[in-house]
């Protein structure tokens, strides 16, 4: 089997590429990635040479480069993870989610299209366009309830209302024209190869360089964290017996309130710098909230425990402790990635294809 795994070099990419490659060694596993600030090769240095593993730098929104590229590594399925992430970078500039999340996706699903239906039947068999997107097209919740696979969307930002586009036209494509797809919905994503734009690599590396920790309004909207290496294992378990046409939301079951995250992450970074009790906690900046900030996220995973036997395996103190220790353990990773030094050696070493 060909995969082509896009946004591989990206935080949760990198954890799936990682797992495929070492798990399936008879795969060949094929990364294709932008290479934007937040697309990191130096994440995957440790399978960079394995014999199933090749690198593509590509743009998802060249659609004529999409089409070459199944082609021409006869690629049998598509994981799809390429996406404009960041909520506070789509308020500032929505138009590159649209044209990265709903435009992208739309090339590849075309592309696909393209491409497979030149198959000959017996290998249609093996086809397969799996789509990862976030709870975050559901909107936001109460304090009680949880999203489920049936809640209607109700997306709040230009990030969430691009994903919910590029999962509508996920589902016409498979409805039209018979594309075989599957789609997966995830909680809110921590561990290590997180660019420290996002709230936990944030507040570490704001302690560690005593800079102020911001946090949105009185830090009481929640999340439900899912450990990453835990949405790896679940995106490998849906790809490969998930039904077709199905959606499986995939949760942490760990809810927690914004200001408790950064409360527990100071308690830990304090602990491993071995800093008096409280001492990071007098970083803590309460700064304006940001525009349309859903106050709530929560996911039943029910269906894919049912259908599929998984289940998270970490418990949020668990993984946090041990995405400290990472972090902690490599600074020079940060260093690298928040000065942009490794983007610059790495579009050096590889042109486009």
């Known amino acids: 089997m060909n995969i082509l795994i896009t946004g591989g070099a990206g935080f949760i990419g990198s954890h799936v590429v990682r797992t495929f490659v070492n798990k399936y060694p008879q795969y060949n596993i094929f990364n294709l990635d932008k290479l934007t600030y937040a697309g990191n090769l130096e994440s995957l240095k440790d399978i960079e040479a394995a014999e199933n593993y090749t690198f593509i730098k590509a743009d998802i929104t060249d659609q004529d480069e999409m089409i070459s590229i199944i082609n021409d590594h006869k690629i049998n399925a598509v994981i799809h993870l390429a996406a404009e992430s960041h909520v506070d970078r789509s308020i500032s500039d929505p138009l590159i989610f649209v044209k990265t999340n709903v435009l992208g996706t739309a090339n590849l699903l075309?592309?696909?299209?393209?491409?497979?239906?030149?198959?000959?039947?017996?290998?249609?068999?093996?086809?397969?366009?799996?789509?990862?997107?976030?709870?975050?097209?559901?909107?936001?919740?109460?304090?009680?309830?949880?999203?489920?696979?049936?809640?209607?969307?109700?997306?709040?930002?230009?990030y969430s209302a691009s994903k919910a586009s590029s999962d509508h036209l996920v589902r016409s494509y498979h409805h039209t024209f018979n594309l075989p797809v599957v789609l997966s919905n995830c909680s809110n994503n921590y561990g290590s190869y997180q660019f420290p734009e996002k709230l936990i690599p944030l507040v570490i590396n704001n302690i560690v360089n005593q800079e102020p920790i911001p946090v949105y309004g009185e830090g009481k909207n929640v999340r439900d964290w899912l450990w990453v290496g835990d949405h790896a294992n679940a995106i490998d378990t849906v790809f490969h017996h998930g039904r077709i046409g199905e959606t499986y939301n995939i949760g942490g079951e760990n809810e927690w309130k914004n200001i408790n995250v950064v409360r527990l992450l100071c308690e830990l970074v304090d602990g491993y710098l071995g800093n008096a009790k409280g001492t990071s906690e007098k970083l803590i900046s309460f700064v304006k909230d940001r525009a349309g900030h859903d106050l709530r996220y929560a996911i039943d995973s029910s269906k894919i425990k049912k259908e599929l036997g998984w289940s998270p395996s970490v418990s949020f103190e668990e993984g946090l402790k041990d995405t400290v220790n990472w972090y902690m353990n490599n600074n020079t990773w940060v260093e690298h990635v928040t000065s942009g030094e490794y983007q610059k050696y790495y579009k050096e070493q590889y042109v486009k294809r």
């Open 110 to 158: 075309n592309a696909a299209m393209i491409c497979w239906g030149k198959s000959k039947s017996d290998e249609k068999k093996t086809n397969l366009f799996y789509h990862i997107s976030t709870d975050e097209v559901y909107g936001s919740l109460g304090a009680e309830g949880f999203f489920t696979e049936e809640t209607a969307y109700d997306p709040r930002s230009p």
